[in-house]
C-alpha cells in the first residue's frame, strides 16, 4: 500500500486500538472509505495526494468518536442487512447479521399479509417486502423515533406503498390477522445489559435491547396475544437468545401455537423459533 496512505491509516488504527476497539484495523478502513467513497486499495499515488485538508479532518473526527467507542454504523449513519444499506440513528438497533436468518427462512413460504413486531431501523420489513413482491407488510415499535428511521428506509426502497407504519405497544393498535407475524424483541436481562461492552451500552437505544426484567418480559406478552393476529396455517418467527431457549419454549406452551422449529445462525446457535397456528 502506498506509504501516504499507510501512514493516517496506521495512525488511526494504533489510536483505536489503544481505546480498546475489538477490530481496529476494519473499523479504520470501514470510515476510510466511507469518507472517501472509495477501496482505500484502489487508491493511487495521485488520487491520495489530491485527497483535500477537510477530508483527512472529517476522518479524524470519525476516528475520535470510535475511540469513544461509537459504533461505526452510528458514525456514517448506516449499517448493512441482506443486502441492503440501511440509514441509522440513535434512535434504533443497528441491523444484527445473525436476524438474516429470520428473513432467510420466512423466505421459505409464501405470505400476503405481515407483521413486523417492534420494526426498528425497518431492517425485517423491508427485506422481506424486497423478497416477496406480493406481501403487504406493517411495521409496528413503541417508539416514534424508531418509526421515522423506518419510514426514512422504507422510501429510500420505493417500498412506502406496500406497508404501513404503525405506533403500537406490541399488539395494543393492531386490528387483524396475518400470514406471518416475525419479531426480534428486546430480550436482554437486566444484570446483562450491565455487563454490555461500551458499544451496545451507551450508543444503542435501551428499549430496543432490554426491558431491564428477565429477559422474557416480550415474550410473555407477545405470547399471551399472538393467536388472535394470525391467520390459520399462519406462522410466527421470533428471535431469542439461546441462553433462553427453554423459558421461551415454555412460555410458548401455553398458548395454541405448534413449535415447528428452530432456527440456528452462522454459530451454530438457535436464533429463533418458528411457531405455526393450527
Ligand atoms: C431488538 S430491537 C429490533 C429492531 C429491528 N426489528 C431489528 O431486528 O433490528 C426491538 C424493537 O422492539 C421495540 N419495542 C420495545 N418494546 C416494545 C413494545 N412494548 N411494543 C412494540 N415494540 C417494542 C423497540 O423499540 C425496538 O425497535
Known amino acids: 500500500m502506498d506509504s501516504l496512505t499507510t501512514t493516517p491509516l496506521q495512525r488511526a488504527t494504533k489510536r483505536l486500538e489503544s481505546a480498546g476497539v475489538e477490530n481496529p484495523g476494519y473499523d479504520a478502513i470501514k470510515l476510510l472509505e466511507t469518507f472517501f467513497g472509495k477501496r482505500v486499495f484502489a487508491l493511487d499515488r495521485k488520487e491520495i495526494e489530491s485527497i483535500p485538508a477537510d477530508l483527512w479532518s472529517r476522518f479524524d473526527d470519525a476516528i475520535k468518536l470510535r475511540e469513544n467507542r461509537m459504533p461505526v454504523a452510528k458514525i456514517i449513519n448506516q449499517k448493512d442487512f441482506w443486502g441492503r444499506s440501511f440509514y441509522v440513528n440513535e434512535n434504533v438497533l443497528d441491523p444484527r447479521p445473525e436476524t438474516e436468518v429470520l428473513i432467510e427462512e420466512a423466505g421459505k413460504e409464501d405470505f400476503e399479509l405481515f407483521l413486523d413486531l417492534g420494526v426498528g431501523s425497518g431492517c425485517i420489513l423491508v427485506s422481506l417486502l424486497g423478497e416477496k413482491q406480493e406481501a403487504f407488510g406493517t411495521g409496528a415499535d413503541i417508539s416514534p ?134
Do not use: M
Open 145 to 278: 423515533e424508531c418509526l421515522e428511521v423506518s419510514k426514512v428506509n422504507v422510501e429510500r426502497f420505493g417500498l412506502a406503498d406496500r406497508c404501513n407504519l404503525i405506533t403500537s405497544d406490541w399488539f395494543s393498535a393492531i386490528n387483524c390477522k396475518f400470514d406471518l407475524i416475525i419479531s426480534n424483541p428486546p430480550y436482554i436481562t437486566g444484570s446483562e445489559y450491565r455487563t454490555l461492552q461500551p458499544e451496545i451500552k451507551y450508543f444503542e437505544p435501551k428499549i430496543a435491547l432490554t426491558l431491564e426484567d428477565d429477559g422474557l418480559e416480550s415474550y410473555r406478552k407477545i405470547a399471551s396475544s399472538v393467536s388472535s393476529y394470525l391467520n390459520t396455517k399462519a406462522r410466527l418467527i421470533i428471535e431469542i437468545s439461546y441462553r433462553k431457549y427453554q423459558e421461551v419454549t415454555r412460555i410458548f406452551r401455553h398458548t395454541d401455537l405448534l413449535h415447528e422449529k428452530d432456527i440456528t445462525d452462522l454459530s451454530g446457535a438457535t436464533r429463533a423459533l418458528v411457531f405455526r397456528k393450527l
